[in-house]
């Protein structure tokens, strides 16, 4: 069974910066890096906001016009982790961050779905 | 970006009953529409895939249709379990948008 695990949430200030991990673990017959992984968050109240996809070989990422030039996904397949790069954050970025695994390899790929996700991990954005 | 959004945007029911929710898209998709369930407090939790795919280990009272814009999700007979929110997503493009949800209690 898949499971993802988020960390690196926390305070930061308008205009910091903060890097979000996701520690994927339980993949037995296929690899970590055939397969898209997400991030997707929630702010207090809200609904659910895609922010990124990142290829399963790490080569392609998408991001959100809302977080496009600020935040940066990566991945290291060698240890099964995801990344969120955020910076110059904005008051309006505080949210519970979830990834989530995709079923392509492509963030392109017609016809995915999120499944597992992660915990999520809280980003406050506060001076 | 495809636009989804979802009616109502919250739903009262009674253990037992059967409701559906429905997801309109701003453009033709094919099947391509997710729907998850989340909890207070939980992470969302996928229920069916492909429109109509029941997520392996997702009870039987949960059913979905629908193609090109218009999709719905089926619940019959309610358990206590079921009353959260419900999203549906598109994945046809990027973003990978969601509906905004809807909040059955």
């Known amino acids: 069974e898949v499971q993802l695990l988020e960390s690196g949430g926390g305070l930061a200030q308008p205009g910091g910066s903060l890097r979000l991990s996701c520690a994927a673990s339980g993949f037995t017959y296929s690899s970590f890096s055939s397969f898209v992984m997400n991030w997707v968050r929630q702010a207090p109240g809200k609904g659910l906001e895609w922010v990124s996809s990142v290829s399963g070989n790490g080569g392609t990422t998408y991001h959100a016009d809302s977080v496009k030039g600020r935040f940066t996904a990566s991945r290291d397949n060698s240890k099964n982790m995801l990344y969120l790069q955020m910076n110059s954050l904005r008051a309006e970025d505080t949210a519970i961050y979830y990834c989530?695994?995709?079923?392509?390899?492509?963030?392109?790929?017609?016809?995915?779905?999120?499944?597992?996700w992660g915990q999520g991990t809280l980003v406050t954005v506060s001076s | 970006d495809i636009q989804m959004t979802q009616s109502p945007s919250s739903l009262s029911a009674s253990v037992g009953d059967r409701i559906t929710i429905t997801c309109r898209a701003s453009?033709?998709?094919?099947?391509?529409l997710n729907w998850y369930q989340q909890k207070p407090g939980k992470a969302p939790k996928l229920l069916i895939y492909?429109?109509?795919t029941l997520q392996s280990g997702v009870p039987s009272r949960f059913s979905g249709s629908g193609s090109g814009t218009d999709f719905t999700l089926t619940i019959s007979n309610l358990q206590p379990e079921d009353f959260a929110t419900y999203y549906c997503q598109q994945t046809y493009s990027t973003p990978r948008t969601f509906g905004q949800g809807t909040k059955l209690e």
């Open positions: 492909s429109a109509s």
């Open positions: 989530a695994k995709g079923d392509c390899g492509t963030p392109s790929c017609f016809n995915d779905w999120f499944d597992p």
């Open positions: 453009q033709t998709m094919n099947t391509y």
